[in-house]
């Protein structure tokens, strides 16, 4: 698990076992959603890519 050994992790408190998982994917952009297209947007592009 993100570079520690197994007895690190069976060291580790749940709250810093999820303190690192909560990092871990705000560092990886987790938490950075883009907006969602409404349905015509989204038929729409689905068109676009299927070359219609």
Same mark, same amino acid.
């Given at each position: 698990?993100? #570079? ?5 992790? &069976? ?7 999820? @303190?690192? #998982?909560?990092? =871990?994917?705000? =560092?990886? +952009? @987790?938490? &950075?959603?883009?907006?969602?297209? &409404?349905? &015509?947007? =989204? ?7 299927? #070359? +219609?």
């Amino acid at each position: 698990m993100m #570079g520690l050994t197994p007895r690190q992790i &069976d060291a580790l408190a749940i709250a810093e076992m999820i @303190a690192m #998982g909560e990092g =871990f994917r705000a =560092f990886h +952009g @987790a938490e &950075d959603r883009p907006e969602e297209p &409404d349905l &015509d947007e =989204f038929y729409r592009a689905l068109a676009e890519a299927r #070359g +219609g």
